[in-house]
């Protein structure tokens, strides 16, 4: 047999070994349900709008990145395997010229859109390269620009999103107002849902304005205001960890469009971005302690630490005072006010009661010149405070029955709401107090370090004056318990007075506060066993039912 001949049949071998490849890629392909058909460039340049066109001429291009062809792309599979046996003959003579020639492929012809190219002569080549091992191949290269990025891993179905986005940025022109911007999504459909925004935000710049004004303009308007903000949030705080496969524009539209739906069904007008990501993070992190903290560590040196206070009101006489103490904390904070009035059926919501907590509500903020709105809702009362809590910062309530003693006190309401809440509480026991005179009881525990955060927060901002105390009461607690809190406090430049004892906690927290003129007092929430909580006591009950001051307390 002449060696031409040999290398024919060896190729022609290799040819059935690429189609029995092709046809086990195909299989899996069903069963995966990621494509391995080639692109069609005609498709892609009419869905892209591809215009301009620049010769580049001869260079190296990735066989990996080849991703489709002109007018062949049926012909073989995305990582260029023949599909049909009328292609047998072909194949084989360039395959056999190829290795008898000894020499490097003659260069092809592609065209090039984005990181991805097409072969428009030369797909042959393309496919005894890659079976050969190759890494790349030598090719004349025509690029076309487009403002998508189209990558080597696009399947046939992300073309649609890909024209999805290149009408929206035809339409709106913000990649030219504002260059480097990405707004790419994983699903179709969801331009629409940008542009309706684009288009509102136009509507209200038209009506302040009393002018007309471009689709640009508004597009610009709206990403700075609006995506802008809230895409940082959820770049700083690292949500897409906790969403594989998606983008930031992907949360961000996930988040306009509950935020939407919460403020429909809460009655409440959602303004903070920070309050719209909590809800994704209370699903992923399930608030462990700590998380609070870390969710608000960079509104604590930028901004105020509460910028939405829950109230929960009943209506009785004693409520109003943690509204009282609420308006304090909202003067100094800058803060909104969210009240709410739980009832038990859908005719109480209505009756003159209920709007009377509401009316008064409204007037009490207005007189103190603090914005806040109250909503009426129906249900379980400790359900609903945690579910409104979500969208809050703080807590503050009035406390009425405080858990008892002994084992009953695990089933107080009370108390499920500090053990369920997401947020900190302020509870209420009196009168509202100006926060002079802070104590904050230290044991070392995560949920003690969040009442840290908070005291060092109050020292510097409001100007407290701070008492640190540990009971050394737990085989754990040692005399330098407090180290990490002196270390915290001089890197803040914070003074504090510190007081350590070796007696109970429980009791001797309540003497220290009363001895030291305390208005408020820091503290974690439930640790330890439950067993050890009924037996041994807790200090947080204990001081929820014997002292008079204001607790703020962490989780």
């Not at 073309?159 to 929206?168: Q, S, T, V």
């Not at 331009?191 to 309706?196: A, G, H, Q, R, V």
């Not at 306009?256 to 992923?284: F, P, V, Y």
């Not at 506060?513 to 041994?536: C, R, T, W």
Request: charged share 25%.
């Amino acid at each position: 047999m002449f060696p031409d001949q040999y290398n024919f049949q060896l190729a022609i071998n290799d040819f059935q070994s690429a189609r029995l490849k092709a046809g086990i890629q195909e299989v899996l392909a069903r069963i995966t349900g990621k494509s391995t058909q080639l692109l069609s460039y005609e498709e892609v340049a009419e869905k892209l709008k591809l215009r301009s066109r620049t010769e580049r001429g001869i260079q190296h291009i990735p066989l990996n990145a080849i991703v489709g062809s002109v007018g062949r792309y049926t012909d073989f599979t995305r990582t260029f395997l023949p599909r049909s046996d009328k292609d047998r003959e072909r194949w084989s003579r360039v395959k056999a010229a190829f290795v008898g020639s000894n020499a490097s492929l003659p260069p092809i012809e592609a065209y090039k859109v984005g990181e991805a190219y097409f072969v428009v002569d030369g797909n042959h080549r393309v496919s005894i390269a890659r079976q050969e091992g190759l890494l790349s191949i030598e090719g004349r290269v025509i690029e076309f620009k487009t403002d998508i990025p189209l990558t080597p891993n696009v399947q046939p179905d992300d073309l649609i999103i890909k024209a999805e986005y290149a009408e929206f940025l035809d339409t709106t022109r913000i990649h030219e107002s504002r260059p480097n911007v990405d707004l790419s999504v994983t699903s179709c459909c969801q331009y629409e849902k940008l542009m309706e925004q684009i288009q509102i935000c136009q509507y209200v710049m038209q009506e302040e304005r009393r002018q007309e004004i471009p689709i640009r303009d508004a597009a610009a308007n709206w990403y700075d205001t609006i995506y802008i903000p809230l895409a940082e949030a959820i770049r700083d705080r690292g949500l897409l960890r906790w969403f594989p496969n998606r983008t930031i524009t992907d949360l961000f539209l996930w988040i306009s469009e509950n935020r939407a739906a919460l403020e429909k069904e809460l009655g409440w007008e959602i303004q903070s971005d920070i309050a719209a990501t909590d809800l994704i993070l209370e699903e992923s992190a399930k608030s462990e302690p700590g998380s609070w903290r870390k969710a608000h560590m960079v509104a604590r040196y930028t901004d105020h630490l509460f910028t939405d206070l829950l109230v929960p009101l009943s209506g009785f006489k004693e409520s109003w005072d943690a509204l009282d103490q609420a308006l304090i904390i909202a003067k100094h904070e800058n803060a909104k006010l969210h009240g709410l009035h739980i009832v038990e059926t859908i005719d109480d919501a209505h009756s003159s009661d209920s709007l009377g907590v509401k009316a008064r509500f409204d007037q009490t903020c207005a007189e103190a010149g603090v914005e806040g709105n109250l909503a009426i809702d129906v249900g379980d009362i400790t359900t609903r405070i945690c579910e409104r809590a979500v969208l809050t910062d703080l807590i503050v309530v009035k406390i009425t029955n405080p858990p008892t003693a002994g084992i009953s006190a695990l089933q107080s309401p009370f108390r499920k709401i500090i053990e369920k809440s997401s947020r900190p509480l302020l509870t209420i026991p009196e009168e509202a107090r100006p926060f002079k005179r802070a104590l904050l009881a230290f044991d070392g525990s995560d949920r003690a370090k969040e009442a840290l955060f908070v005291a060092t927060y109050l020292a510097e901002m409001w100007k407290t004056e701070l008492v640190v105390f540990t009971a050394l009461d737990s085989p754990q607690l040692k005399a330098d318990a407090q180290d990490h809190v002196r270390r915290y406090l001089d890197l803040h430049e914070v003074e504090a007075e510190y007081i350590v004892s070796d007696r109970g906690a429980t009791e001797h927290l309540k003497q220290t506060a009363d001895e030291n003129n305390i208005d408020l007092v820091l503290m974690g929430g439930y640790g330890g066993s439950k067993l050890q909580q009924v037996f041994i006591g807790s200090a947080l009950d204990y001081m929820l039912r014997e002292s008079n001051i204001p607790i703020f307390i962490c989780r």
